[in-house]
Every structure is written in C-alpha cells, then in structure tokens.
C-alpha cells in the first residue's frame, strides 16, 4: 500500500493506492488547537492522516509519498516562507508514525513541473488537476473529490507509481 499525502496544517489531502490503483482519497480536516505547540499540531494532524488511511484499509502502509515545500526567492513567493515549515513538519511527522519502508519527498517542480492550480472556480479545471485526472480510470475518477489538496495527494500517488509522466503529441498524429 502507497499512501500519498499533500500536506497542510489545516486540510491535508490523502490518497491510498493499493499497487497503481488509487483506491481511497480524502481532504483530512483539521482543528488548531490553541494551547498546543506548532510541533504538538503537526503530530496531530499527521495522527488524523493515519487513522483516516487505516480505516481505508486492513493491510500495511509500506510507502510514502509526500510533497517537500518549495521555498523560492522572496520576490517569488507568494507568502512568508516560515509558513512551509509546518508541511514539512505534518509529512515527516506521517513518516515517523508509519514508519514506512519507502518514502519519497519531491518538491513540485520535481513531480508536477510548473503547471498551476486554479485559482478560481473548481480545482477540477486547473492544468496540473486536468493532467493528474487524465490519469485516472473512470471507477478511480468517482472517488476523487472537487478539492486542490486532495487531487494533488492523488498526483503525488500517480508520479510515485509512475502513471504521471507527460504524454507526447505528435502532429503526424503517432
């Protein structure tokens, strides 16, 4: 079993895969509590990520996937870069808990590459979320809600199981 998560220190998104096939995914919501830590918060929201992919599934998580932050230059960035610290914190925190015997970490360029997310509208429409669906069976596409976290948990999944790669056009119509 793969579990993928895209982290978030309020709505964290997570997809299972058992071998290629996705078979669970879910925005895992996330209360802050404010007389816990920073580091309290991570664990329990990774906590919250775990006890949602065990009642997906009996079998043992053996692989991780989750999305390392990106932090870019400060004329770059969208925001303060200290707020990444918290995603790493909840992925490494899931890492620890499971224990899992393969984890990976790319950043988004590594996996994705430069397509964005929507901004607006459904998370459904965006580049990056048409590619990943495209990807997707149509009994894998029913599970997959109209949420950013979660379509990117499911790309994460899909790039670790390598069904991701970019597909080639060719004019001659090969």
């Not at 976290?149 to 390598?162: K, P, Q, R």
Request: overall charge positive; glycine content about 10%.
């Amino acid at each position: 079993m793969l579990l993928a998560v895209d982290p978030s220190v309020r709505s964290p998104g997570a997809a299972l895969f058992d071998g290629t096939y996705l078979i669970a995914v879910a925005r895992i919501p996330c209360k802050r509590v404010a007389s816990v830590s920073d580091g309290q918060h991570w664990y329990n929201v990774a906590f919250d990520i775990v006890v949602w992919a065990d009642g997906q599934c009996a079998q043992t998580i053996a692989n991780l996937v989750y999305e390392k932050p990106q932090i870019y230059t400060a004329r770059k960035s969208k925001g303060d870069p200290n707020d990444l610290i918290g995603l790493a914190g909840v992925g490494s925190a899931v890492a620890g808990i499971l224990r899992a015997g393969s984890i990976l970490s790319p950043t988004p360029a590594e996996w994705i590459g430069q397509l964005p997310k929507a901004v607006k509208g459904s998370a459904k429409d965006s580049p990056r979320s048409r590619r990943i669906l495209s990807r997707l069976t149509p009994a894998e596409l029913t599970l997959v809600p109209d949420q950013h976290d979660a379509i990117d948990a499911v790309g994460l999944g899909l790039w670790a199981t390598g069904r991701l790669e970019p597909r080639r056009t060719f004019s001659n119509g090969r």
